[in-house]
T-cell receptor, first 113, second 115 residues
Framework: AQSVTQLGSHVSVSEGALVLLRCNYS??????LFWYVQYPNQGLQLLLK??????LVKGINGFEAEFKKSETSFHLTKPSAHMSDAAEYFC???????????FGPGTSLSVIP | DGGITQSPKYLFRKEGQNVTLSCEQN?????MYWYRQDPGQGLRLIYY???????QKGDIAEGYSVSREKKESFPLTVTSAQKNPTAFYLC??????????????FGEGSRLTVL
């Protein structure tokens, strides 16, 4: 069965430091991969998506992610953390654009001033 | 502005009562979804619908019911059979047409608390 794992349920970084949120998926077919962000008591908003085009995907708010097939990973990075980046981040996977989306458990990001 | 509207945002329920959460979208999306969110568990799919008058069970459908009488509306009823209904409920939608990239569009959520 397909699944998504996110290493670290909580990550803390200092303002201005590198943000690295890890995501691994298990699938036997090339996936559709997504990162969503959720602020408290709000819905999810798409940060970026991989749909079999370029392996390095740029998203909103300075985030990017790299698809590595050999490692079955899709880690999210941002060079310099901002206070406004504090939120919950979800990695998600789908076999095709028509299949149901499977979400990872989420990583809560805290940014320390 | 186009989007997904969920109501109410906060809802309190006594044990044994059924409650209905509303989800309306004006994005002309074909498919609509209900997810349940609990701390540390990500999002779990309750029900989804890809066409009017048809819907499918997700991973945790027990104790829930839905209807899809109109394309833009997909209400979720949390019944008294749901053993642990306190959670944050999210409605989402997407198109199934040629522009579909798998991206889901979410509402702001409804927080249900059972007293």
């Amino acid at each position: 069965a397909q699944s998504v794992t996110q290493l670290g349920s909580h990550v803390s970084v200092s303002e201005g430091a590198l943000v690295l949120l890890r995501c691994n998926y298990s699938s036997s077919v090339p996936p559709y991969l997504f990162w969503y962000v959720q602020y408290p008591n709000q819905g999810l908003q798409l940060l970026l998506k991989y749909t079999s085009a370029a392996t390095l995907v740029k998203g909103i708010n300075g985030f990017e992610a790299e698809f590595k097939k050999s490692e079955t990973s899709f880690h999210l990075t941002k060079p310099s953390a901002h206070m406004s980046d504090a939120a919950e981040y979800f990695c998600a996977y789908s076999k095709t654009s028509y299949d149901k989306v499977i979400f990872g458990p989420g990583t809560s990001l805290s940014v320390i001033p | 502005d186009g989007g997904i509207t969920q109501s109410p945002k906060y809802l309190f329920r006594k044990e044994g009562q059924n409650v209905t959460l509303s989800c309306e979208q004006n994005l002309n999306h074909d498919a609509m979804y209900w997810y349940r969110q609990d701390p540390g568990q990500g999002l779990r799919l309750i029900y989804y619908s890809q066409i009017v008058n048809d819907f499918q069970k997700g991973d945790i459908a027990e104790g829930y019911s839905v209807s899809r009488e109109k394309k833009e509306s997909f209400p979720l009823t949390v019944t008294s059979a749901q053993k642990n209904p306190t959670a944050f409920y999210l409605c989402a939608s997407n198109t199934l047409g040629s522009t579909n990239t798998g991206e889901l569009f979410f509402g702001e959520g409804s927080r249900l608390t059972v007293l």
